[in-house]
């Protein structure tokens, strides 16, 4: 499809909506805040600042390290954004906070209300999600709640980072793309609560405290970096199973389980599936395999793209093909320096992996990839991948969705624009 000469941001996004009229608007808006990130004024940000709180739940997910943020937004920016109405009616779409503060995006506040801005025109309005009571709660050794276990998704899942370090450390190790150590480092500098590994007790005391009181969430992700070795004694499989076996022993059902960790062997996996956990979430990263070796160093060496392939297979004999969710990073293909070098050639590999396992009834889904500056393809690519790339990527994902007949993955919530509350990618805003 020929392309339209855009010298501005604003014209780049109107040309996507106008040449991709199937994909929703509200979704190109939201990867594309997703991919640049977003800033605040001083008083949109002293707004943000009563409601729910970003958690920094994993990753950094921000454009910018702490020490470059001269207003310490980090302190007071909020979890996600809910955009709605404005000139082009958007409807209710939930987006995650990825920090920058040389964004062209902007929440301005208004009269006591929030706005977005795209280079200085009103977009749509913007809504903060309250702050959950238990949030101001702590436990009985005085951690906060919202260390050990925040949400995300407007409430609908509980993130529970057990372990915030990764073993694969290092360029010859870490994934190319990934800050989870370089946050770790950061969290711990600015001063804040970031406990490197949570006890199975504080979890669990923790999910007693929500079970309580809150309605919202619906599900919960056990998670952490990679054990290459052993983690208090522990493989990873033992390591990460004994989260769920302790939260299912207690509130059996309460919530769905999900575990996001490596793709483990048959065996190991199914020791998750006896813990409780539902849907296994053994991440992918990229489909292309020089790609995967390149910026995948770690799980290359340690594990291999067809073993991984193998494991990923093997395991929807013990959960289910639809219970078995495997995560890309959507952007990276196109990082420089192992990226493809345009959008078709990118778009017909991830396109490739996606037909591989949705023809096997797996449902890959997106992170979109935010180009942290800590990371080697962060660093070399601050601009992260063509916007147009992701509207393609989310046309790609649907139509093999379609193809396949497949039903959006569960542990999402509801599909579909206007319903949606996956945050870092519109994948689920598309979703059928
Ligand atoms: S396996 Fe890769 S993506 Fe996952 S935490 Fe480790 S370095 Fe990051």
Redesign the pocket.
Known sequence: MATTAVSTRTQLVDSLIERYPHIPKEAIVKEDLLRAGVCFSDEALEVAATFQSKSYF??SFDLTPFEKMEGQEYRKAPEELCLEGGPLGFRRTIVSVRLNPSSPYRVVEDGGLCALELEGARLCGVGFRDQPAYYAKRLANGKPLIEVAPNIEWGYLIYLTVYRI???FGKE???K?????ENYRQQIQAGRPYTAVKSVDDVVEAMGIIAESDTASKAYTIT???VTSQLAGLAEVDFYARYAAAIEGRYAGRWISKMVV?ALPKEEARKFKDAGTQIYHP?F?IWDSGKFAAI?P??NRYVGRDEWIKRILDATEIFGASKVIPNF?GGIEMAKPYGFANVDEAIKSTSEGLEFFMSKGVTPRFTTWCPEPNTELGDANPEGAPLEYHVRLLEAWRDTQAKYRLAAPPGYGDPGAGRAVFSVSAFMDVAQ
């Open positions: 994993i990753f990764c073993q694969y190790e870490e994934c793309f990934c800050d989870m150590n952490g970096g990679s490596q991440n990263e995948c770690g799980k990073v």
